[in-house]
């Protein structure tokens, strides 16, 4: 990989002076939420700048809940995949070029994975002419970046970390900051309204539970829902409550996981707002779910995840967050894939459900033993 250099006075000096600043993370919901603590980063670094955060329509979500952007503007574009909402595109009428240069942006971050080309928004920003133009890049980018760090990332294991990525890149123009905790805002209402939902399915306030979510957009990223399933059946002869939580998409699988389970285990489905979702995610003593949006939010929110994760990539792990990651290793690993290119899924598929719920107690004993040990 390559740090960024020291930034010169001189580029300190074009950049301090931004008014308007646009924030580029087109992929997906997870994506944008590993890429809060730079937004945070920029936030503090330009407090008197209108930042707007430029996403996909599934990361547009987030608006609500993270405060440090004054705007969110979404946008499907044809070389990002950005999610299941993903409309389809009209050539004739693409017209983000025009989008963003209405907005008078004065610099441009475009933030991208190791596998994402920044070129395509690049060129967006320079045609919208935004002088300021900030992204990792693989080859040189010439005038279409007015400042680059070098890609030399291999998607491989010990990569770093996405958020760390995304952190990295500022300091190429001197922006630095110690909090690199993930932001997810929960409003009173959100609280409010997951209790409510635990209640109408017979949880009482304050029970523990474990929260089961078996859904991911990518096929190659889930785990089987009939596995789920059999881990909650061996968590409830434990004496665990666990709860199965999911929408759109996800039905089916919640379904499929909830019949592997003999129909034991409660179910929340099609019912919860992101906030709620986020709300409920923090109540629950452990999240299992695949590598998706989920995990994400239990990192944000500080919940404990045992994390079903299919090696397509490494560097989406939870972020600071006790948790458990599941897989078997497998020699095509790292495949970038959304689907099994292998066609056996043996990355997910030979993690045994006992193993599932085998790291859900032990996060549970784990956690009662942080809150048992003596102040310091």
Known sequence: MTQPDAPSPSTIDRWQGVRRLLVVRLDNLG????????????????????????????GAMLAPHIGVVDEVMAVTVPWMKGGPMRPAINPERFDLVERVRAGGHEAAIIFTTA?????????VCWQAGVPLRLAHCRENPYDLLSDWVGDQEVVQDGMRHE????????????????????????????????????KRIGLPAGHAFVLMHPGATAPSRRYPAAFF?????????????????????????????????????????NQLTLGELGALIQQASVLVCNNSGPAHLAAAVGTPVVDLYALTNP???????????????????????????????????????????????DLLESSVHEQSRPAA
């Open 315 to 361: 560097q989406h792990t939870p972020w600071q967050v006790p948790s458990r990651v599941l897989y078997h290793d497998v020699p095509c690993r790292n495949c970038l894939r959304s689907v099994c290119p292998q066609g056996h899924h043996a990355c997910l598929r030979e993690v045994a459900p006992a193993a599932v719920a085998g790291a859900v107690m």
């Open 229 to 269: 399933g059999q881990a909650l059946g061996q968590l409830m002869q434990r004496g665990l409550t666990c709860v199965f939580v999911g929408s759109g998409d996800d039905a089916d699988l919640v379904r499929e996981a909830h019949a592997a389970a003999g129909g034991h285990g409660l179910v929340l489905l």
């Open 163 to 198: 958020v760390r990525r995304q952190l990295d890149l500022l300091s190429a123009i001197g922006v630095h900051s110690p909090d690199v905790g993930m932001v997810f805002e929960l409003r009173a209402a959100d609280q409010a309204g997951a209790r409510a939902h635990l």
């Open 115 to 123: 596998s994402q080309s920044p070129l395509p928004m690049a060129m």
């Open 31 to 58: 994506d944008v939420l590993m890429t809060t603590p730079a937004m945070a980063a920029l936030r503090s670094a330009f407090p008197l700048a209108h930042i707007t955060l430029l996403t996909s329509p599934s």
